[in-house]
């Protein structure tokens, strides 16, 4: 799967929480923008056709405005440059993903208490893995 630059994945990001079931109009999804990516109409709209360009949107007309759906849902992109950027950064080891958080202080203590319920859930819900 392409990886989108920043600037994308920010606009990307925005469509996904202001379409979570369908459609947005340029005004939803510049609205879901951080503070820090409050970019002119036009910019806005040139990175949702440069989207579109790539296959991550479709631009439809509804009355006399465009909508635009995401084509990519946001787990398949999220998964797919988590786990390039796991294999790219740290050979595919997740601990040392980890490490790293923590010994740089973006590991909170109250994260990893959530870190470990989920894992716990997960092993739970999928036994059939066998431990290695």
Same mark, same amino acid.
């Given at each position: =799967?392409?990886?989108?630059? %920043?600037?994308?994945?920010?606009? =990307? ?13 340029? %005004?939803?999804?510049?609205?879901? +923008?951080?503070?820090?990516? %409050?970019? &002119? ?33 946001? &787990? ?20 040392? =993903? +980890? ?16 870190? +470990? ?5 997960? +092993? ?9």
């Amino acid at each position: =799967m392409e990886r989108l630059s %920043r600037s994308e994945e920010q606009v =990307m990001a925005a469509l996904w929480r202001a379409a979570p079931n369908g459609a947005a109009t340029r %005004r939803q999804v510049a609205a879901q +923008l951080p503070p820090g990516c %409050r970019w &002119a109409d036009s910019t806005l709209l040139n990175f949702l056709l440069r989207l579109e360009g790539k296959g991550f949107v479709r631009a439809a007309r509804q009355g006399n405005k465009n909508v635009y759906t995401p084509l990519v849902r946001r &787990a398949t992109y999220c998964g797919a440059v988590s786990a390039a950027h796991l294999e790219t950064l740290y050979g595919g080891d997740v601990r040392a =993903m +980890l490490e790293a958080l923590a010994a740089t202080g973006r590991l909170e203590h109250a994260q990893v208490h959530r870190l +470990l319920r989920w894992l716990d859930a997960w +092993l739970a819900d999928n036994a059939e893995y066998d431990e290695e």
